[in-house]
């Protein structure tokens, strides 16, 4: 049973481009949530996704979108990266409407904007 | 909004021995879920042990144990016998049990940094 799965694991990027994070969610899970966890800190939720609609947002600029596929997997875009971007983004899977479940998260992707 | 507090930035512990990490949270919710995790330096987040709120009973999983004071919105963790593994990261999260959109979404604290000796 494969757990959740991100991709790229590392990757470098400059100022002011784009960067595009995926995510496959743990088999049988619809719901798909995103995480920014800046060094030193703790996870910050960015925003979650459940029949391929934005369900919920934390406190993240307009820079920060995201979509998801038939198959429930998941993408984060992030558009004019800032230095302050850095940071590892963490995707979680969780199944809809059983409050009571386990959220799995993948390992992350550590971006680093120079 | 719920907010985590965890004001142990670095606890120390002896192998075999015992150690507490601590967890304030503030909610107005009486029904809710509350979580440790641990992240090592793999970064994975990994689900140590749960609480739901409605539960008196404290959560129990192995040598980990929590102190759950529902009135003092306080939830602490307990690790016996530790080992050189438990060496990590250590999160408090809260979770909503309301059955909707919000209900998977989690608030974490700025965590605990646990380290093991020999």
């Known amino acids: 049973d494969a757990g959740v799965t991100q991709s790229p694991t590392h990757l470098i990027k400059t100022r002011g481009q784009q960067v595009t994070l995926r995510c496959s969610p743990k088999?049988?899970?619809?719901?798909v949530s995103w995480y920014q966890q800046a060094l030193g800190q703790g996870p910050q939720f960015i925003f979650q996704?459940?029949?391929?609609?934005?369900?919920q947002r934390g406190n993240f600029p307009d820079r920060f979108s995201g979509h998801q596929f038939p198959n429930y997997s998941s993408e984060l875009n992030v558009n004019a990266l800032l230095l302050g971007d850095s940071a590892l983004y963490l995707c979680a899977s969780s199944l809809q409407g059983i409050s009571g479940n386990t959220i799995y998260f993948g390992e992350g992707s550590w971006l680093t904007v120079v | 909004a719920q907010t985590v507090t965890q004001s142990q930035p670095e606890m120390s512990v002896q192998e075999a021995e015992t150690v507490t990490l601590s967890c304030t949270y503030d909610t107005s919710e009486s029904d809710y879920y509350l979580f440790w995790y641990k992240q090592p330096p793999s970064r994975q987040m990994i689900l140590v042990i749960r609480?739901?709120?409605?539960?008196?009973q404290n959560a129990t999983e192995n040598r980990f144990s929590v102190n759950f004071q529902k009135a003092a919105k306080s939830f602490s963790l307990k690790i016996s016998d530790s080992q050189l593994g438990d060496a990590a990261m250590y999160f408090c999260?809260?979770?909503?049990?309301?059955?909707?959109?919000?209900?998977?979404?989690?608030?974490f604290g700025t965590g605990t940094r646990l380290q093991v000796t020999l």
């Open positions: 609480q739901e709120a409605y539960k008196q």
């Open positions: 999260a809260y979770r909503s049990s309301l059955n909707t959109g919000t209900a998977s979404k989690l608030t």
């Open positions: 996704y459940y029949e391929e609609e934005e369900r």
């Open positions: 088999s049988g899970h619809d719901t």
